[in-house]
């Protein structure tokens, strides 16, 4: 059978006894779900196994794309190395929600596998909880299995998908590949850590109970069946294979891979293994790009930059050619399409990211490599055998290195790394981050001790502006509880009821008054206290009178204040929709920032930056929607219901049962901030700026209404200041600017010409210098300063082509240093990057390079001297 006709006989066989076909999820879980992927079939269906949404139907049947990459579920070490193990698998799934359980779960599944699939009963196994005797009954006396092919096993026959949520006993079915796949053992059998003879394919989980984060168990409402059958491994077991990676599903990717530039030094059995990685982690991240994630440097992007750029080593360490990882999408595409049609029309954005990945890691690569087996090579001096974590974050910190991909290296070369180390280094940097912040923004952030028993706040100002309330707690500028604060005193005030926002989904906090008769408290901003999001926190001063807990006051919010700042949320709205009319569905908001003078809203971008003409049509786009003057419409629905409508979101954000909708025409999403009656009010749009925040994420920003006046006056300003300095009318200012670039570049060439001819003037007087050390001629010379180096460096090789040469500047308060060495003594064991090390300790710096050219910069100039004639030393301890 073919994967398509497998898939289709499991949908089939469940549809004829009542289940209903529901279409998978994402591979980003749904806010309930503890884990970063979606790992299992029934990670859709959390909220019916614990009560909080009806179900679709008593039975349903899935086929479910699933991640694992991380946490227990993870199998990344395997991947390759066994014919069992993948990271991006297809579950395929039947649930019932209260409607059948044990018997019929495992009556049904024995129909399945015996009387469709006809798979052979006597090479099947099933194993159950250790004291689960229902289950134990049901497969021998229900099903005729002998009792001596049922095995009890306590943590492998207990499934749940995190620390928290639905959970319960299982049973697993069990397939015997045969004696030849076996370990020969004499007490070989299903569990057998020696050998792959009894592979797992199918679970069945008897969901029962919901487990609490302290690990209580707690009944569900109702008892539920959760199946999950692996593909890979029925597509193996059908084929009459032993690995996954032997089926159509792989072998088809595998073909696609083209030849190598050139031989690879790994031997053929880890050659295979690199190819087997490369078509596991291709797929995976085929559906990653087709489910909007892009490559980052934070969770789901992380994993995502992870998995390619481990292809990506693999393919280097294969020796194929540049590009041929985003060259491989298509195979990938067509491999999938039988059961995925929807990612053909993905394939062109998927190889776009493929293609940017690669250009990006090629970069890393080149700056972190040479560091990395320079690091190697000192630890194997030293003759120690661990990769210290120090090393592991600098890698990371400085280069971008991926610390998983260091580790690995770091085996190759028969050394440990110290990953607990690398953590440790993290967590520092983590915590230095967090005081640095802490220190910057110490005007705005709450941090409100003894609050724990206090009540929550009311936000009542959605329209209003003011509001009655009455003083529930009172803290000081430290957040210590107090009962009164006096005239001149900082702190906090927390209401039972307020008008003012909370810093929230992007939209900073308000500001405003909260006053009784003399007595005015200035409230500088507004936060939760923490994300359960119930207790309001007002920071700010009291410029007069006096506050005591239990007060009635006024909570007024600066109508100015939040008149901008509804303004430039609402076109935060309108831009995403612009974005995504021109650049594509592919546009998903990764961050927002809205506040009275300014927008900015972050974006996957897979393509690259946008274009001028693409910020003109953006920028356009938003004024036409803003001069339409939609009216706001505001509607309160159920997530799924939402979702269903068009409705934008954040995917990966934690939004409750019920979500607010906010639609301006054509702009649908789910927020809870403030906005305006209509776009008409939002004024004028103008795109103030658009750049890179890490690769392929995009920040465009944006000013409206008073904000984009006082702007336009700034750039008329400008503009006629500058007209008036070069005399040119302001509508002629561009011609004048460029005539004068021109001519300051042909100055620069003439610069440049002159410093070279000063260069090979002073090199022909530093050749009498040359020295010699065992042989080996070398020339270590000066420069003027800092700049000059690499220009003298060039001038005396070309006059004198053999032999080492060290050239050190200082000036500007920086050290430059360029070493060279020849080819005919890089191949007697002389190295330009040994050379740089040795001096680098004189001018407390660092560099790099390779045997050839190695370069580097300091700080200490005073050390120039010190290091070149350091040159000597390092010259002879080469030479040893």
């Not at 210290?388 to 690995?408: N, V, Y």
């Not at 440049?752 to 020295?771: D, M």
């Not at 180096?789 to 240093?817: E, F």
């Amino acid at each position: 059978m073919k994967p398509q006709e497998i898939r289709t006989s499991f949908i089939d066989f469940f549809v004829a006894r009542g289940h209903v076909l529901r279409p998978p999820a994402s591979l980003i879980p749904d806010a309930l779900s503890t884990t970063l992927f979606t790992i299992a079939g029934m990670e859709q269906f959390v909220p019916v196994f614990l009560g909080r949404e009806p179900a679709p139907a008593p039975r349903v049947v899935t086929v479910q794309r699933c991640l694992r990459v991380a946490g227990g579920k993870s199998d990344i070490d395997n991947v390759g190395r066994t014919g069992r193990h993948g990271t991006l698998l297809e579950m395929l799934g039947n649930f019932s929600f209260g409607e059948y359980y044990k018997r019929d779960a495992i009556g049904l599944a024995w129909e399945y596998l015996t009387q469709t699939l006809r798979l052979p009963p006597d090479r099947l196994y099933a194993t159950v909880y250790i004291d689960d005797d229902e289950a134990d009954e049901i497969w021998r006396r229900d099903i005729g299995l002998p009792a001596q092919r049922i095995s009890r096993f306590r943590e492998d026959n207990f499934w749940d998908m995190g620390p928290t949520g639905p959970c319960g006993p299982c049973s697993e079915i069990f397939y015997d590949l045969g004696a030849a796949v076996g370990c020969g053992r004499a007490d070989c059998g299903v569990g057998c850590v020696h050998c792959d003879r009894y592979i797992e394919f199918w679970n069945l989980v008897f969901q029962q109970y919901d487990r609490e984060s302290g690990g209580m168990l707690h009944p569900l409402p109702r008892k539920a069946i959760d199946t999950g059958m692996g593909f890979e491994r029925l597509c193996m077991i059908l084929a009459g294979k032993t690995s996954i990676f032997d089926t159509d599903l792989y072998q088809s990717i595998i073909a696609a891979l083209p030849a190598a530039t050139t031989g690879s030094t790994l031997p053929r059995e880890e050659q295979d293994v690199q190819r087997r990685i490369i078509a596991d982690h291709a797929r995976a991240a085929v559906f990653l790009a087709a489910d909007g994630i892009v490559p980052s440097n934070t969770e789901r992007g992380y994993v995502m930059r992870f998995l390619m750029r481990r292809a990506l080593r693999a393919g280097r360490s294969l020796r194929l050619p540049d590009g041929f990882f985003s060259e491989l999408v298509p195979a990938v595409t067509d491999s999938l399409i039988d059961g995925y049609p929807e990612l053909r029309a993905k394939q062109a954005a998927a190889q776009a990211v493929f293609a940017e990945e690669e250009r990006l890691f090629d970069r890393t690569l080149e700056r972190g490599e040479t560091r990395l087996d320079a690091l190697i090579a000192e630890t194997a001096t030293r003759g120690e055998k661990v990769l210290s974590g120090r090393a592991i974050f600098e890698l990371h910190d400085t280069f971008g290195f991926p610390p998983e991909l260091t580790a690995e290296i770091a085996r190759e070369h028969k050394l440990e790394a110290d990953m607990a180390g690398y953590r440790a280094a993290m967590d520092e940097q983590r915590e230095r981050a967090r005081k640095d912040a802490q220190a910057k923004r110490a005007d705005v952030r709450v941090v409100a001790g003894g609050s724990v028993d206090l009540p929550g706040s009311a936000f009542v100002g959605q329209e209003a502006l003011a509001a009655k309330a009455t003083i529930v707690a009172l803290f000081d500028a430290t957040g210590a509880p107090i009962t009164a604060l006096a005239a001149g005193g900082e702190g906090l005030v927390l209401l039972d009821r307020t008008t003012f926002y909370a810093e929230r989904g992007g939209q900073a906090g308000d500001r405003g008054v909260i006053a009784r008769d003399a007595t005015s408290f200035e409230v500088a901003d507004t936060q939760y206290q923490d994300k359960t999001y119930q207790r309001i926190f007002h920071r700010g001063r009291l410029s007069a009178g006096a506050l005591r807990v239990g007060d009635a006051v006024d909570a007024v919010v600066d109508p100015a204040w939040r008149r901008e700042i509804r303004r430039h949320h609402s076109v935060t709205h309108l831009l995403q929709r612009a974005l995504k009319e021109i650049l594509g569905d592919s546009v998903a908001q990764r961050g927002s920032a809205v506040y009275p003078d300014h927008t900015r809203f972050d974006f996957d971008a897979p393509g690259g930056g946008l274009t001028t003409a693409q910020e003109t049509e953006v920028e356009t786009r938003v004024n036409e929607l803003i001069r339409s003057d939609y009216h706001r419409s505001v509607e309160i629905m159920p997530f799924a219901q939402a979702v269903a409508r068009g409705a934008v979101y954040m995917k990966g954000e934690q939004y409750g049962d019920e979500v607010r909708v906010v639609t301006f025409g054509p702009s649908v999403e789910l927020c809870g901030g403030t906005h305006v009656e209509s776009t008409g009010e939002i004024g004028h749009f103008i795109l103030t700026a658009e750049s890179a925040i890490a690769a392929g994420i995009r920040r465009v920003e944006g000013v409206v209404s008073e904000a984009a006046d006082r702007h336009w006056e700034r750039v008329r300003d400008a503009a006629e200041r500058a007209g008036a300095v070069l005399t040119t009318p302001v509508d002629r200012l561009a011609e004048s600017v460029t005539r004068l670039a021109q001519e300051r570049r042909e100055l620069e060439k003439r610069i440049a010409g002159l410093q070279s001819e000063l260069a090979a003037a002073s090199a022909a007087r530093h050749l009498s210098a040359v020295k010699e050390q065992n042989g080996v001629p070398y020339l270590v010379v000066r420069a003027e300063d800092a700049s000059a180096v690499r220009n003298l460096s060039d001038a005396i090789r070309s006059m004198w082509p053999k032999g080492v040469l060290a050239v050190a500047g200082a000036g500007g308060g920086k050290v430059s240093v360029l070493v060279t060495v020849s080819d005919d003594l890089v191949t007697r064991g002389l190295s330009a990057q040994d050379v740089l090390s040795k001096m680098m300790a004189f001018v407390d710096g660092r560099g790099g390079g390779n045997a050839t050219l190695a370069q580097g910069g300091g700080r200490n100039a005073a050390g120039v001297d010190a290091a070149l004639a350091a040159v000597t030393e390092a010259i002879a301890s080469a030479r040893g």
